[in-house]
């Protein structure tokens, strides 16, 4: 075991604060990762403050957080083949699963029907807990491990390992691209890289945001047309307009408002996870044959393409970079939706707090 500077949240009303905890020896398969740089998703407050337990379960604490890791391999254990030392990686949302079960499979161990591992506020295979990328150093198994193109700045490139692959997985799903008309909702962490991912895969992209504050920087994204859904004209205007809409939105809305934006066959999918629940009418659904859907980020497989894909583009995300030390504040700025559009912490920071 080694000693691990981290940054973790004692309880859901606490500050984040400095914290050492016990890492695991590397095993044969294992990465151990220097930790460079972390975003911080909106999941990370969710769970820090404890949000989702009427959905999943209550938070596990101490909790370091952060699954948007970007760093460099520090060493590997005698069996590793897929990294070596020096090499430029990312660590996503899970750190293993069960291996066998048919989603796993398929390579879509994001729904593992038996035992995935998050990457923090989980267990591992032997009940362990996990502490996550607000941390020096990490070690996970090669295998959930993903590579990072040369040409993407590794500070840019930690949001695609969460807000990057939970965005390019539906629009893949749902077949975004050329003549297809997308909307995302919401423009934060998640919906700024639906914008950039939407608009590389040639889709019409239309963003729907509060106010129209950010539309200079939406269409500076990539998107063809900017709304305010604070204006109830918007909906009308638009309705029935759409073949997909994603819907990143960390808090309650009415999502039948948005289901006549979509027309024929259509489909709001959902990836933001508001706190409570939200109540769903039949009749919008129903009178031009419209679905809602839920995706959860991306398998192994689909984050290393998304991030080829990236790299491709030349497309990672934008960021507001901050030392650990401004973790609480960046906090209370992403849930007032005021952030540029993903915080990254520069772990170099930790070693000064
Ligand atoms: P974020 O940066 O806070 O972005 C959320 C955006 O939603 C805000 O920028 C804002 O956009 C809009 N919004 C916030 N409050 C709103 C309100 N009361 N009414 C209307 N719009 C509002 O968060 P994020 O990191 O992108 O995460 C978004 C959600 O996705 C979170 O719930 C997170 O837990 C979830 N998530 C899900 C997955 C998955 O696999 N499904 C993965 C990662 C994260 P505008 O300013 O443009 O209106
Ligand atoms: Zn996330
Ligand atoms: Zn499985």
Same mark, same amino acid.
């Given at each position: 075991?080694?000693?691990?500077?981290?940054?973790?949240?004692?309880?859901?009303?606490?500050?984040?604060?400095?914290?050492?905890?016990?890492?695991?020896?590397?095993?044969?398969?294992?990465?151990?990762?220097?930790?460079?740089?972390?975003?911080?998703?909106?999941?990370?407050?969710?769970?820090?403050?404890?949000?989702?337990?009427?959905?999943?379960?209550?938070?596990?604490?101490?909790?370091?957080?952060?699954?948007?890791?970007?760093?460099?391999?520090?060493?590997?254990?005698?069996?590793?083949?897929?990294?070596?030392?020096?090499?430029?990686?990312?660590?996503?949302?899970?750190?293993?699963?069960?291996?066998?079960?048919?989603?796993?499979?398929?390579?879509?161990?994001?729904?593992?029907?038996?035992?995935?591992?998050?990457?923090?506020?989980?267990?591992?295979?032997?009940?362990?807990?996990?502490?996550?990328?607000?941390?020096?150093?990490?070690?996970?198994?090669?295998?959930?491990?993903?590579?990072?193109?040369?040409?993407?700045?590794?500070?840019?490139?930690?949001?695609?390992?969460?807000?990057?692959?939970? @965005?390019?997985?539906?629009?893949? #799903?749902?077949? +975004?691209?050329?003549?297809?008309? *997308?909307? &995302?909702?919401?423009?934060?962490?998640?919906?700024?890289?639906?914008?950039?991912?939407?608009?590389?895969?040639?889709?019409?992209?239309?963003?729907?945001?509060?106010?129209?504050?950010?539309?200079?920087?939406?269409?500076?994204?990539?998107?063809?047309?900017?709304?305010?859904?604070?204006?109830?004209?918007?909906?009308?205007?638009?309705?029935?307009?759409?073949?997909?809409?994603?819907?990143?939105?960390?808090?309650?809305?009415?999502?039948?408002?948005?289901?006549?934006?979509?027309?024929?066959?259509?489909?709001?999918?959902?990836?933001?996870?508001?706190?409570?629940?939200?109540?769903?009418?039949?009749?919008?659904?129903?009178?031009?044959?419209?679905?809602?859907?839920?995706?959860?980020?991306?398998?192994?497989?689909?984050?290393?393409?998304? @991030?080829?894909?990236?790299?491709? #583009?030349?497309? +990672?995300?934008?960021?507001?970079? *901050?030392? &650990?030390?401004?973790?609480?504040?960046?906090?209370?700025?992403?849930?007032?939706?005021?952030?540029?559009?993903?915080?990254?912490?520069?772990?170099?920071?930790?070693?000064?707090?």
């Amino acid at each position: 075991m080694s000693k691990t500077k981290a940054y973790a949240a004692h309880s859901p009303k606490a500050a984040l604060a400095p914290y050492f905890f016990e890492q695991r020896d590397p095993r044969e398969h294992d990465v151990v990762i220097d930790i460079k740089y972390c975003g911080i998703c909106h999941s990370d407050i969710h769970q820090a403050r404890n949000e989702w337990g009427d959905f999943l379960q209550e938070s596990i604490f101490p909790m370091v957080p952060g699954h948007e890791i970007a760093g460099i391999v520090a060493s590997v254990g005698p069996k590793v083949t897929r990294y070596k030392m020096g090499d430029r990686v990312g660590v996503g949302c899970f750190v293993d699963s069960c291996r066998t079960c048919s989603a796993c499979q398929r390579d879509l161990e994001q729904y593992c029907e038996v035992k995935i591992v998050f990457t923090y506020n989980s267990r591992d295979q032997d009940g362990v807990p996990t502490y996550g990328g607000y941390s020096e150093k990490i070690v996970v198994d090669e295998n959930y491990v993903l590579r990072i193109p040369d040409n993407l700045p590794l500070d840019a490139a930690a949001p695609l390992l969460c807000a990057g692959i939970t @965005l390019y997985s539906p629009l893949k #799903h749902w077949n +975004a691209g050329p003549g297809k008309k *997308v909307a &995302i909702v919401g423009m934060g962490g998640l919906g700024h890289m639906g914008v950039k991912l939407a608009h590389a895969l040639g889709a019409e992209v239309t963003v729907l945001s509060q106010s129209l504050s950010k539309q200079a920087d939406g269409k500076r994204l990539g998107a063809d047309h900017f709304y305010a859904t604070s204006n109830p004209e918007t909906f009308t205007k638009l309705a029935s307009s759409f073949d997909l809409i994603i819907n990143t939105v960390s808090a309650e809305i009415d999502w039948n408002q948005y289901f006549g934006l979509l027309q024929l066959d259509g489909t709001m999918v959902v990836v933001g996870v508001p706190e409570k629940m939200v109540p769903v009418a039949a009749m919008p659904l129903i009178g031009r044959r419209r679905s809602i859907a839920g995706s959860c980020i991306g398998g192994v497989k689909e984050t290393q393409e998304m @991030l080829d894909f990236c790299g491709q #583009h030349s497309l +990672a995300s934008d960021i507001e970079v *901050v030392p &650990i030390q401004k973790v609480n504040e960046a906090y209370e700025r992403v849930t007032k939706s005021d952030v540029r559009y993903r915080f990254v912490i520069d772990m170099a920071s930790l070693k000064t707090s």
